[in-house]
C-alpha cells in the first residue's frame, strides 16, 4: 500500500522516491507483550483521541518503525490521511555532488505536510546538529499542532540524549508523550518469531525458532529477517523447517 495515500502536498507527489509501507507492518503483527496500553493510545491518536504528539524511543530492532508504519496502516483504515517519513532514507537523498536535482531532497519537504491528519517521523536522531532539518522539524511540529494534526516521532533515545541543537525544538518533543520502549526478553522473541511463522502458515516448533534465536543477531528486525528468508526458501524447496534446513539456509 501506498504510505502517500490520499491528498498529499505537491512537494510530495512530485516525489519519485517510492516511500511505501511494508505491508506487514500492522499493530495486528506486532507482538504487544508490555506495550499493549501504547498500542491503544497509538490507536487513539490516529483518530484524535489522544496526545497530538507522542515520542517513542529505543534502541535498534525494538520496533519503532513497526509501530510508526502501522499508526499509517491505521490511519488508512480510518479514512485519516497519513504519512511515513524515514528521515535514514530520506537524508540518503540530500543534495550531493554528482546527484541531479531531481534525485534530491531537503527540508523543504516537509513545506505543506501540516494538511494531513497524521505525520509519523522515523530516525529523528539522525537529524541532530542539521541546523536546516531540526529547524523544519520545528516549523512543521508547530504548524500541525495548531491546525490539530497528530504526530508520532521515533528515535533511539529521550529528546534530550541525542544532541539536537535547537532548544526549542526539544521542548516541544517533550511537551507530548514520551514512552521508551522496552527491549523483548528472549521468550518473548521466540513467541514474536513463532507468531509470525503461524501468520505466514510456517510450522515453527519451539526447538527450531530456539535454534534461530540462539544462532542469529538477537535483533528483532534481522530474526524476522531470518524468518522471511527461510520461508521463501521452505517454499522453494518444499521443506519444512528443520535445524538441519535453518543450518544450510543461514549458513549457520
Not at 141 to 162: E, F, H, M, Q, S
Not at 186 to 195: A, F, N, R
Request: hydrophobic share 40%.
Amino acid at each position: 500500500m501506498d504510505a502517500l495515500a490520499f491528498s498529499a502536498p505537491t512537494t510530495f507527489t512530485q516525489l519519485t522516491l517510492g516511500l511505501s509501507l511494508k505491508e506487514e507492518t500492522t499493530f495486528d503483527n506486532f507482538y504487544a507483550g508490555k506495550h499493549v496500553e501504547l498500542l491503544s493510545t497509538l490507536k487513539n491518536a490516529v483518530t484524535g483521541c489522544a496526545e497530538q504528539v507522542i515520542y517513542l524511543c529505543g534502541a535498534q530492532g525494538e520496533g519503532k518503525s513497526h509501530l510508526l508504519q502501522a499508526c499509517c496502516h491505521y490511519a488508512h483504515q480510518k479514512q485519516q490521511s497519513a504519512v511515513y517519513l524515514p528521515l535514514a532514507e530520506l537524508l540518503s537523498h540530500q543534495p550531493s555532488e554528482g546527484k541531479s536535482k531531481e534525485e534530491t531532497i531537503g527540508p523543504e519537504l516537509l513545506h505543506g505536510l501540516e494538511t494531513l491528519s497524521l505525520i509519523c517521523l522515523d530516525d529523528l536522531h539522525l537529524v541532530a546538529g542539521c541546523p536546516a532539518w531540526e529547524e523544519a522539524i520545528f516549523h512543521l511540529y508547530n504548524r500541525l499542532y495548531d491546525t490539530g494534526g497528530r504526530i508520532v516521532i521515533a528515535a533511539r533515545d529521550l529528546p534530550k540524549a541525542i544532541q539536537l541543537t535547537l532548544p526549542d525544538l526539544v521542548s516541544r518533543l517533550t511537551f507530548g508523550m514520551v514512552y521508551p520502549l522496552q527491549p523483548l526478553t528472549d521468550e518473548e522473541k521466540l513467541q514474536v518469531l513463532m507468531m509470525r511463522a503461524q501468520q505466514r502458515g510456517i510450522k515453527l516448533a519451539a526447538e527450531v525458532g530456539q535454534y534461530i534465536l540462539t544462532h542469529c543477531s538477537r535483533q528483532m528486525n534481522h530474526l524476522v529477517g531470518a524468518l522471511n528468508v527461510l520461508d521463501k526458501a521452505s517454499l522453494a524447496a518444499q521443506r519444512r523447517l528443520t535445524i538441519p534446513f535453518v543450518k544450510t539456509v543461514l549458513h549457520i
